[in-house]
């Protein structure tokens, strides 16, 4: 690349300020602005990044050789039209993300519907345990590497590769693990089928000297490496493939051990301190590709028994100043949220209760029966009004069609648009060992945090 000035909208987003770390370490001037001041903000201007919150077109000078925004930011951005006034060359995220990829020889990609984060932080860890030094650019907090990106020096790019607006397309794989294809997105897909016709067009990125890394046991992922030309290995845990976990087992927290089988044999064993099946799939994930790569596999045995996990998937918050446990997560699909209530009722508890914040107006609307379905398996639902996200009011979908739906199968549901009434009602409902979890990829960890009486970290 051979920008030496990029202006970047919106670079307090989880993959934009990663972005903006990346392209630093490479010897870019990077300026940037974002509506809020996020945490990610808050640590790029504790690194000296010249950052200011709002709209602010007066940061858009001649001196600018690239404007780069998320796919949040309007055309009629005030910063973009000045841009566009002073003919400054525009570049969407993940096209710029792509350009970058570009000036490595390994890079990692981590996609699907459910599960990328938790999976590039696994494979992240093992990398770094075995000295590759790699660059790293995940879309949540990784405690292994305090933060949601790393720059190495190696030749070696660990990925989170997002399937939305098609994102994923514009990068440059030589090894592609897609751990499942769901119905999501819909705004822009449109149906399941342009899913995963968009995962069949990633697949088909893969070089013949690359490979493709398939979860075997998900259905709609069965066709999607049809036309690839890269090298297909497969995983599961209910059928036959190359990596297959035999002899699967957990602990009282719910952490899972499993002997991993490849090709018929044994080739280690894996005990996993974060909870719920789910992370057997990613860890076996990992397994397989560290296993391509070559790197020492007791060295992956060692870290996948060492890894946390990533900020905001079931994260234990703390306690109530009654004892209620109250965990975070970052779910926003029925799937995830199924996850979820899985890893809840590993956890010993009196009762349950879901903490909801709906996200975004059409993925409600698209999956109201199953988000219904899935919440009224919690003893208690408390939802918030649906966060917009980048979305506007004009879907005729408000909370109150999620709360209609879930009465017949759960009477316990509560609805609260003030934050302040919301959590003086759970404060006074939560008894001891209560288990509450917030739900959602928006600020509704914002709410769960002020029931926290006793934080995660003094324990």
């Not at 990106?149 to 693990?177: M, Q, R, T, W």
Request: glycine residues 6%.
């Amino acid at each position: 690349m051979n920008y030496k000035k990029i202006h970047m909208i919106g670079i307090g987003g989880s993959s934009m300020s990663g972005i903006a770390e990346i392209a630093a370490a490479k010897g870019i001037i990077v300026t940037g602005s974002d509506m809020a001041e996020t945490y990610y903000v808050t640590k790029l201007l504790d690194k000296g990044f010249n950052i200011l919150v709002g709209h602010h077109p007066e940061m858009i000078d001649n001196s600018i050789d690239l404007v780069v925004y998320s796919a949040a930011i309007a055309e009629d951005d005030l910063e973009r039209v000045k841009a566009k006034e002073l003919n400054i060359p525009q570049m969407e995220r993940a096209e710029f993300l792509g350009l970058i990829t570009k000036n490595y020889n390994n890079v990692i990609c981590i996609a699907g519907t459910h599960g990328k984060s938790t999976t590039s932080g696994m494979i992240t860890k093992c990398f770094v345990d075995s000295e590759k030094d790699p660059t790293v650019q995940i879309g949540a907090t990784s405690f292994e590497i305090g933060g949601n990106s790393k720059v190495g020096k190696s030749d070696i790019f660990i990925l989170e590769a997002c399937e939305y607006h098609d994102s994923y397309l514009h990068f440059n794989p030589k090894f592609a693990v897609i751990l499942n294809v769901d119905a999501d997105h819909l705004e822009y897909f449109g149906s399941l089928e342009n899913v995963k016709k968009s995962f069949s067009n990633f697949c088909n990125l893969v070089p013949e000297d690359g490979y493709i890394f398939i979860n075997k046991d998900d259905n709609n992922s069965s066709h999607i490496t049809d036309l690839s030309k890269g090298k297909v290995i497969t995983f599961s845990l209910s059928s036959q493939s190359n990596y297959h976990a035999v002899n699967v087992s957990y602990d009282d927290n719910g952490h899972p051990s499993f002997d991993v089988l490849y090709n018929g044999s044994i080739i280690t064993h894996i005990n996993l301190s974060v909870t719920g099946e789910h992370n057997l799939y990613d860890a076996l994930a990992t397994v397989a590709v560290c296993n391509t790569y070559g790197l020492d596999l007791n060295v992956v045995s060692d870290s996948l028994k060492g890894y946390r996990g990533v900020h905001r998937r079931f994260e234990f918050l703390g306690l109530s100043k009654n004892g209620a446990m109250i965990y975070d997560d970052y779910a926003h699909h029925p799937t995830e949220i199924a996850t979820t209530l899985y890893s809840v009722n590993q956890v010993k508890h009196n009762k349950t209760w879901a903490l909801h914040q709906p996200f975004t107006y059409t993925r409600t609307k698209d999956h109201l029966e199953e988000f219904a379905n899935v919440l009224s398996g919690f003893d208690n639902i408390v939802l918030t009004d649906i966060y917009a996200g980048r979305e506007k009011d004009i879907y005729n979908i408000k909370t109150a069609d999620l709360v209609e739906k879930i009465k017949p199968l759960n009477p316990n549901v509560y609805h609260f648009s003030d934050t302040d009434e919301l959590i003086k009602f759970v404060k006074e409902h939560l008894e001891k060992d209560d288990i509450i979890c917030s739900i959602g990829c928006g600020p509704v960890d914002k709410i769960s945090q002020k029931l926290v009486d006793k934080p995660a970290c003094n324990y």
